[in-house]
Every structure is written in C-alpha cells, then in structure tokens.
C-alpha cells in the first residue's frame, strides 16, 4: 500500500516536490503518493484534516509561520529545534496519533554552500526579503558572518533597500529570497542597483531560475551563481527520510534527480 504524501502552499503553480518524492520513492522502494495539497488561507480545521488524511507533507510559501503557529497550538506535537528557533515549518510527519514538525531548509542551505565548496567565513552577506525563508537563513549564518537584512517592511534588525547602496561595496554574498525570478515575477527587477556591488563572489537565488541572466537584466560576470534547486533537493531528502527512515546520500542522488527536474522544466 502506498503511503500518501503531499505538499502544502498557494497556489502551487509550479513546483519540483513531486517529481523529486516520486524519485526518492522509486530510488528506495517505498511506494508513495505524493500530492498538491493547496489551501489559499490555513486554518487550524484545515490542518487537523491534513493531518488526518496524509503521514507526511512539505509546507511551502505561503504557509510556513502560519503553520508553525497553528500546530503550536495542538498538544499531540513535536518540533525540531530548527523550526522552534526560527518558527518556521516545511515538513511535517502524522504518524500514530502524534505530529513531528521539523524544518529542513537549514540542512537544504548547509548542502548548497557544501556542493559548491563556498567558505562564509569573514563574508558579509546581504539578505534580500524577511519571510520565512530569510528567518531560516539568519539562523543558520548565526556566527557564520556579518548578515545584513534588507526589507521593504520596517521591520526590527532590517535595513532598507534605499540603506543597501551604503554597504553594498562590503558584500561578498547576497542571498535573494524574494518571489522576484519566479513566476509569475520573472521581469521584475530587484530593487538593489548590482553594479555597486564591487566585491560580490556569489549570488544565491533561492528560485529556481536555470539562468543567472534575469537579475536586473544583468548577467553576473566573475560572480558566482546558484539557483535553489540544490537547496530544494536537499531539504527534499531530509523530509523523505523523516517520512520513511530511509538515508539517501546526497551526491549518489543529486545529479540524477537534477536531470529530471531540466527535463520536466
């Protein structure tokens, strides 16, 4: 019997969960379902359903604080120590009457600055967005480097985008997790002037544009460039595994799973 297994946001138009769940799911012989699961706003009705109805899913934008802060309301919960530090939820287990909550976008951002063999040591980053994805980030650069967020919501330990010019001569890497470079905001710019960034050495994008060539129309000469598929498929593994209990080695999997993902693209 296959186990039933999906994925939790709004409006889904696109993503690679379930073609990389389906993989992991042939690769170890585990019989799954994978679903969209899409609820445009979350209720704590909505999630006790979920949970009735499915072991495991993925949350993603724009559900994954709102989650976390629903499910804390239930006594039958677990969480990981990543999602009660950042309160931020993207994998979720319903197995015998209790609920694990875990976050394994830390281990997905681990494994991309692994796979391309980046030091963030003495690096000053620029976070671009604060949402959940950026809550996530800050936790794991803590002590790492000197991190600057920049946000468009005057929040606490944020600067602006206007602020950015002032320190963007400092930066070595710059984090984008904003939904500019994804559908459906592929010809948006961002709202950060690149050229002043004289000592930038990598550009993290946590969309998955295949090209470096949308950003502000510009293409990255002498920067390097990574999109979020490694992130989305590391991260991917870590939920399989707290689903299943199976270990998947990161590199046997990563290029095999990346062709799929290019073909379906």
């Given at each position: 019997?296959?186990?039933?297994?999906?994925?939790?946001?709004?409006?889904?138009?696109?993503?690679?969960?379930?073609?990389?769940?389906?993989?992991?799911?042939?690769?170890?012989?585990?019989?799954?379902?994978?679903?969209?699961?899409h609820?445009?706003?979350?209720?704590?009705?909505?999630?006790?359903?979920?949970?009735?109805?499915?072991?495991?899913?993925?949350?993603?934008?724009?559900h994954?604080?709102?989650?976390?802060?629903?499910?804390?309301?239930?006594e039958?919960?677990?969480?990981?120590?990543?999602?009660?530090?950042?309160?931020?939820?993207?994998?979720?287990?319903?197995?015998?009457?209790?609920?694990?909550?875990?976050?394994?976008?830390?281990?997905?951002?681990?494994?991309?600055f692994?796979?391309?063999d980046?030091?963030?040591?003495?690096?000053?980053?620029?976070?671009?967005?604060?949402?959940?994805?950026s809550?996530?980030?800050?936790?794991?650069?803590?002590?790492?480097?000197?991190?600057?967020?920049?946000?468009?919501?005057?929040?606490?330990?944020?600067i602006s985008?206007?602020?950015?010019?002032?320190?963007?001569?400092?930066?070595?890497?710059?984090?984008?997790?904003?939904?500019?470079?994804?559908?459906?905001?592929?010809?948006?710019?961002?709202?950060?002037?690149?050229?002043l960034f004289?000592?930038?050495?990598?550009?993290?994008?946590?969309?998955?544009?295949?090209?470096k060539?949308w950003v502000?129309?510009?293409?990255?000469?002498?920067?390097?460039?990574?999109?979020?598929?490694?992130?989305?498929?590391?991260?991917?593994?870590?939920?399989?595994?707290?689903?299943?209990?199976?270990?998947?080695?990161?590199?046997?999997v990563?290029?095999?799973?990346?062709?799929?993902?290019?073909?379906?693209?």
């Amino acid at each position: 019997m296959a186990i039933k297994l999906g994925i939790l946001g709004w409006p889904l138009e696109k993503t690679f969960s379930p073609k990389i769940q389906t993989y992991l799911g042939k690769y170890t012989g585990v019989k799954l379902e994978y679903e969209k699961i899409h609820y445009e706003n979350i209720t704590l009705e909505n999630i006790n359903k979920i949970n009735r109805n499915f072991l495991g899913y993925n949350v993603t934008i724009p559900h994954k604080s709102s989650v976390f802060n629903l499910l804390s309301k239930l006594e039958n919960v677990d969480f990981d120590e990543t999602a009660v530090n950042t309160k931020v939820v993207n994998t979720v287990k319903s197995s015998k009457g209790r609920i694990f909550v875990a976050n394994t976008d830390l281990v997905g951002i681990e494994q991309t600055f692994k796979y391309k063999d980046y030091s963030l040591v003495n690096k000053k980053v620029l976070i671009l967005g604060s949402g959940s994805s950026s809550k996530t980030l800050t936790s794991f650069l803590n002590n790492r480097g000197n991190v600057y967020i920049a946000s468009r919501s005057n929040e606490e330990n944020t600067i602006s985008y206007e602020q950015v010019k002032n320190i963007a001569h400092e930066i070595n890497l710059i984090i984008n997790t904003t939904p500019i470079g994804m559908p459906p905001y592929e010809k948006e710019k961002l709202p950060i002037d690149i050229k002043l960034f004289k000592n930038l050495e990598l550009f993290f994008n946590l969309g998955y544009s295949l090209s470096k060539n949308w950003v502000n129309g510009i293409t990255l000469n002498k920067v390097e460039y990574v999109d979020g598929l490694i992130m989305l498929i590391g991260q991917a593994i870590e939920s399989f595994k707290i689903w299943t209990d199976k270990n998947i080695n990161f590199d046997e999997v990563y290029e095999k799973i990346l062709n799929e993902v290019i073909n379906e693209n």
